[in-house]
């Protein structure tokens, strides 16, 4: 176990971060002027060369403090260059949890720890689990939005621990905070859609709800994960809102 913080890494949490961290950076500075170039150039050099599959213990003990810091720092970074959406109110319609897989269950619910909603689990962490992804965000106006194309969305069908409302979906992305009850998180990184939810969509396209799809499309239907910055109790009715 790797411990960065308040975070707890295993050994194929801390390769996945190392992994995923250029490509988490480069989601938080699409279409912000490059005020987070650094950063990315930062990880990229310090990744350089590294074969991250064969890093020892302390390679990894090593470089993971520096490339969680650089993940960390980035949003601080953006909210003090003004990169903040505009003032909004949004509610928690639905709080969901599961032993594993999906759909996830709606509960009256939770404590949100370092390492998301307690009690929940994935089937497998392989893919999941991290700390940039303790939490998954997703909102109802989308689901809607996808229902009326035919698709068999609802809250917690795909997986989402957190159903949202109220908020414009396209300013919740990589490199902003939310406040949500008593929990703040900053939202880390796209969440890539995997097969396991083909039975929702029409034709089995689940990549309806990819990054890559919504860039070409300019529109903003994909999951989102976040990082856990501060814990505590979240409810269903509990207010969202962006942190200035």
């Given at each position: 176990m790797f411990i960065v913080g308040p975070y707890?890494?295993?050994?194929?949490?801390?390769?996945?971060?190392?992994?995923?961290?250029?490509k988490i950076l480069a989601q938080m500075s699409e279409g912000r002027s490059g005020a987070i170039d650094h950063l990315l150039a930062y990880v990229n050099q310090l990744l350089e060369g590294t074969t991250i599959d064969q890093l020892t213990d302390s390679e990894i003990t090593s470089v993971l403090p520096t490339v969680w810091a650089a993940l960390s720092g980035a949003t601080p970074t953006l909210r003090a260059l003004g990169h903040i959406p505009s003032p909004q109110i949004g509610t928690l319609v639905q709080l969901n949890s599961s032993q594993g897989g999906v759909p996830k269950k709606s509960i009256d619910h939770?404590?949100?720890?370092?390492?998301?909603?307690?009690?929940?689990?994935?089937a497998t962490r392989k893919?999941?689990?991290?700390?940039?992804?303790?939490?998954?965000?997703?909102s109802a106006e989308v689901m809607k939005t996808l229902r009326s194309e035919g698709h068999h969305v609802v809250p917690g069908s795909a997986g989402e621990n957190l159903t949202v409302s109220g908020l414009n979906w396209s300013d919740v992305r990589p490199g902003t905070r939310l406040r949500i009850g008593e929990v703040l998180c900053d939202i880390s990184s796209y969440a890539v859609p995997c097969?396991?939810?083909?039975?929702?969509?029409?034709?089995?396209d689940f990549n309806?709800?990819?990054?890559?799809?919504?860039?070409?499309n300019k529109t903003a239907s994909c999951r989102v994960y976040a990082t856990v910055v501060e814990r505590g109790n979240v409810s269903p009715g509990d207010p969202i809102t962006f942190e200035p």
């Open positions: 707890e890494f295993t050994r194929e949490d801390a390769r996945n971060t190392l992994l995923a961290a250029p939770a404590y949100i720890g370092w390492k998301g909603v307690d009690g929940d689990r994935q893919h999941h689990g991290r700390p940039f992804q303790a939490l998954s965000l997703w097969k396991q939810l083909a039975d929702l969509f029409v034709d089995r309806r709800i990819h990054h890559d799809r919504d860039l070409e």
